[in-house]
Nanobody
Framework: QVQLAESGGGLVQPGGSLRLSCAAFGFTLDNYAIGWFRQAPGKEREGASCITSLRSSTYYTDSVQGRFTISRDSAKNTVFLQMDSLKPEDTAVYSC?????????????????????WGQGTQVTVSS
């Protein structure tokens, strides 16, 4: 059974850090582009970051550039999103998704319709 499972969300104060994990079951993540999407209440889903399948090139939307880092751990079949210097506006449900290699466009970012498999999402709340 093909499945993606996110973990690592929670409540953190502004300026704090969280590391989100996206673990794959039933398939090998290295063969897929991985995107991290987020959706805040009342807002459209946004592609925050993605990583390509071959060279592990990365993309970050402007609002998270320099604060978030996406990476792969092939041995664990997991992709991580390290989030530092968190701000209240980062509050959202974060979901990971897997798609074909071209699904991560490092110039335009991840486009949700290109992704095949989705996790259930994990809540990130940044508040004092």
């Amino acid at each position: 059974q093909v499945q993606l499972a996110e973990s690592g969300g929670g409540l953190v104060q502004p300026g704090g850090s969280l590391r989100l994990s996206c673990a794959a079951f039933g398939f090998t993540l290295d063969n897929y582009a991985i995107g991290w999407f987020r959706q805040a209440p009342g807002k459209e889903r946004e592609g925050a970051s993605c990583i390509t399948s071959l060279r592990s090139s990365t993309y970050y939307t402007d609002s998270v550039q320099g604060r978030f880092t996406i990476s792969r751990d092939s041995a664990k079949n997991t992709v991580f999103l390290q989030m530092d210097s968190l701000k209240p506006e980062d509050t959202a449900v974060y979901s990971c998704a897997a798609g074909p290699p071209f699904a991560c466009n490092t110039g335009q970012g991840p486009q949700s319709y290109r992704y095949l498999y989705w996790g259930q999402g994990t809540q990130v709340t940044v508040s004092s």
